[in-house]
């Protein structure tokens, strides 16, 4: 029996969203496409979106979504009730290809709990023909797919334009299952673990350019995105500034940056007055703050801007409403800011603060603790931050710390993850120092999570089958001390 709690949720949100691709009935393939953390967290994931109506729109294929169910439902699944999609509401049972969307190192968590709670066997080698096929995709599983090996049949690396429907096709084609797993394995840019290992094999991941005149846009609007009820349009892919630290910056490669024509096609088709622009690097983008000047009756937010951006965006801010702004500032010194490879100066940073502060009531900045190079003093030199940018910005100042966790294709690659209590200790100063400071307060990650993010993010197989409960014990130091020798995403080919 499907959980009637599952259902009138689904109801819920379904009733307030805007749908804007064809959804179908009935397909000749069927496919589940399975973001595996909550709702608001889905939706908001514009690549998520794209893949969803890239689906939608292929001829042969019925397909239908599933988030992770919120955790006052999570005890009927528990209990024995059944999971559903979210629009059709068919148990996953019923799909023949189940594809998840992993944008983030611990939901893979989630995906392990998502595969016992669909009742499937969460080893892809203990499935069979009976069992729908589960492959995954998305950024952090491109850039490290071993960690997820042991739980897909197939994983997908790359940007999905470049060739889901081609992978689909071949499903839709093969007689076994075994058959289709031989030939998609033969795609440079899909990898089959059950009979591919880093050793073994080299992989390209896959990389769209038409995105220049094509960008994503959103096919779902809902007022429970993050970005609250607003048409998303994707502006750029990739960054070009390439801090030391920043995944999308390295895996997304080559950076692209939407026509201003293009993105003008995508504003006037929008079904909401207010529209999202994203990208990682959407205040690189030179064309856009004039573009956005000829639309004064749309109102317009921006998923990352630096601070260092261009006047013009946050003059398109200041007239969006919006009265909180969020900056990744990374390091309260500028010595360890350009040791990092993001050297923006303290001048600008307290320049910009000030002429901010008249229009807007608080700004979020982020930081990491645990960076490499980062010595005692660039914790102490919070004191100093905070002093300068409460004389300049009048507002609530909120820091949002998060323990820096090397990623995959980063110049800091094989550099260690500082450890839980060091991360600990350093955090307790930071809110020590900020506690000194009225309208100043402190959220941060917590260091136990980052560690499991940190195993995941540069782990191999060993990871995968630890965080599964499969192995008991993994040396943990192997993978969260300074790496050496072949990392286990070396069989992967980034472009450049
Ligand atoms: S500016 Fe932001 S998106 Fe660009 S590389 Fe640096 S951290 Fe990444």
Request: charged share 25%; net charge positive.
């Amino acid at each position: 029996m499907i959980s009637r709690r599952l259902i009138s949720r689904w109801r819920y949100l379904r009733d307030r969203e805007k749908l804007l691709v064809p959804l179908k009935s009935y397909g000749v393939l069927n496919v589940l496409l399975v973001f595996p953390n909550v709702y608001s967290v889905g939706i908001s994931n514009l690549g998520f979106q794209r893949v969803f109506s890239l689906l939608c729109r292929h001829s042969d294929v019925l397909c239908d979504v599933m988030y992770y169910p919120d955790d006052e439902i999570l005890p009927d699944i528990e209990a024995g009730q059944e999971l559903c999609s979210f629009y059709l509401e068919k148990t996953p049972s019923e799909f023949d290809v189940i594809l998840f969307s992993v944008s983030f190192e611990n939901d893979l968590l989630n995906v392990i709990r998502l595969l016992r709670l669909m009742r499937l066997p969460i080893l892809a080698g203990e499935r069979d023909e009976s069992h729908p096929l589960i492959i995954g995709g998305g950024i952090v599983p491109t850039a490290n797919p071993e960690p997820f090996a042991p739980f897909f049949d197939a994983l997908f690396l790359g940007e999905a334009e470049a060739g889901l429907d081609g992978v689909i096709e071949l499903y839709g084609d093969a007689d076994s299952r075994g058959s289709f797993l031989e030939k998609v394995a033969k795609f440079k840019f899909v990898y089959v673990p059950l009979l591919e290992s880093p050793k073994d094999c080299k992989k390209v991941r896959a990389f769209w350019k038409d995105v220049v005149n094509e960008p994503t846009c959103s096919c779902v609007v809902t007022p429970f995105s993050s970005f609250g009820e607003s048409f998303m349009v994707e502006v750029s892919r990739g960054c070009p500034r390439r801090c030391n630290f920043c995944l999308s910056s390295y895996v997304c490669r080559p950076v692209r940056f939407v026509s201003v024509e293009a993105i003008k096609n995508a504003i006037e088709k929008r079904p909401v007055n207010k529209v999202g622009l994203l990208g990682t690097s959407v205040s690189e983008h030179k064309r856009l703050p004039d573009l956005i000047a000829r639309y004064r009756d749309v109102e317009f937010s921006f998923s990352s801007i630096r601070i260092d951006a261009k006047e013009q965006f946050f003059n398109v801010l200041r007239h969006s409403g919006a009265r909180t702004l969020t900056f990744g500032i990374e390091a309260a010194s500028q010595r360890l800011r350009e040791a990092i490879g993001k050297p923006v100066p303290d001048e600008l940073i307290f320049e910009r603060l000030k002429v901010l502060s008249s229009d807007f009531e608080a700004v979020k900045l982020y930081f990491m603790v645990g960076l490499p190079g980062e010595e005692d003093g660039d914790i102490s030199a919070f004191d100093v931050f905070l002093k300068k940018a409460k004389g300049v910005f009048k507002g609530r100042i909120s820091l949002s710390i998060a323990p820096f966790v090397p990623k995959p294709f980063t110049p800091f690659e094989r550099e260690p993850f500082a450890g839980q209590s060091q991360l600990k200790s350093k955090i307790k100063r930071i809110k020590k120092i900020a506690s000194q400071f009225k309208g100043v307060n402190v959220n941060y990650d917590l260091p136990k999570w980052s560690e499991v993010q940190a195993l995941i993010s540069c782990g191999d197989r060993d990871v995968g089958f630890y965080l599964a409960g499969i192995k008991k014990k993994i040396d943990k130091e192997r993978y969260l001390s300074r790496k050496e020798g072949t990392l286990p995403w070396r069989f992967i080919t980034l472009l450049s």
